[in-house]
């Protein structure tokens, strides 16, 4: 791993240069921050964790046709990716409000929304990720109309998959940050799902409790973070009981 380049420092994965020059390798860190990164943690496992969450969420969307950049796991904690261009916004999907939302709209926490909503944010640290209109977006060229819709048209569709596969396991899917990219194929672009997608760009709740199974426990001081994130993992089928109370990962499922 330290002969590899690195291309990029995330505040929770590293990208490092791939066997081909069309991939990367990314690196699930433990680090957690959280409100642009004033307040930080290691979580023993995170990153264990959002690697086979991540892989397992990509691989069925792919299985619905989602095009996204997951390629295949390579390990505990690394993944091959496709390189692609990231087109510099947080797409956010809700279904309950939460969250800023919930904050800025003056609205209950949990109060389930009329429809899905779609939010875009423009990712830029310094600034806190500010919420922007449609009209942000082509105006500063962060991304053309087109791609707008396809992010939109291909959020929603993520949305509905996603509700349901984990409606299915008991949990409530209140909303998630998606970030897309330019996949350059011959002489064509095609806007395509990168990133991640784990219980650290989810709300997620149980759906009998409410007890929330993601980053907010780290949030908002609650504890139980990787304990958490195991429990969706479980619930998904990714970890197994081991029998003896302690979850493990089943090395057999999941990767290609
Ligand atoms: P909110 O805008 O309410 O803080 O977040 C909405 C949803 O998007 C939540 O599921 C949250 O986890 C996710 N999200 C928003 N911004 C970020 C971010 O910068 N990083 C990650 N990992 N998730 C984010």
């Known amino acids: 791993m330290s002969r590899r380049r690195m291309v990029y420092e995330g505040k929770a994965k590293i990208l490092y240069e791939g066997p081909e020059p069309h991939l990367l390798v990314q690196y699930f860190k433990d680090d957690a921050t959280a409100f642009n990164a004033e307040k930080k943690a290691v979580l023993d496992g995170k990153g264990v964790l959002n690697n086979r969450i991540s892989e397992y969420m990509m691989t069925r969307l792919g299985e619905i046709g989602i095009p996204h950049h997951f390629v295949k796991r390579l390990n505990m904690r690394e993944q091959l990716i496709k390189k692609v261009e990231i087109i510099p916004l947080e797409v956010i999907v809700r279904n309950v409000a939460a969250g800023t939302m919930a904050k800025r709209l003056g609205l209950e926490e949990g109060e389930r929304l009329p429809r899905a909503v779609v939010e875009f944010c423009y990712k830029k640290d310094e600034l806190g990720d500010p919420l922007v209109a449609e009209e ?27 509700c349901g596969l984990f409606a299915g396991v008991g949990i409530r899917l209140v909303d998630f940050k998606l970030e897309f990219g330019r996949l350059f194929e011959n002489e064509t672009v095609r806007t395509i799902l990168a990133d991640e997608i784990s219980p650290d760009s989810c709300r997620l709740w149980d759906m009998d409790t409410n007890k929330k199974l993601d980053k907010d426990r780290f949030r908002r001081d609650l504890g139980g973070v990787t304990e958490a ?3 969706v993992a479980r619930r998904l089928g990714i970890l197994r009981d081991s029998g003896d109370g302690a979850d493990v990962v089943d090395f057999k499922g999941g990767s290609k």
């Not at 962060?142 to 048209?153: H, L």
């Open 136 to 162: 942000h977006i082509s105006a500063f060229g962060w991304a053309t109309p087109p791609e707008v819709d396809d992010m939109v048209s291909l959020a929603l569709r993520t949305n509905d998959f996603m």
């Open 229 to 231: 994130y195991s429990e």
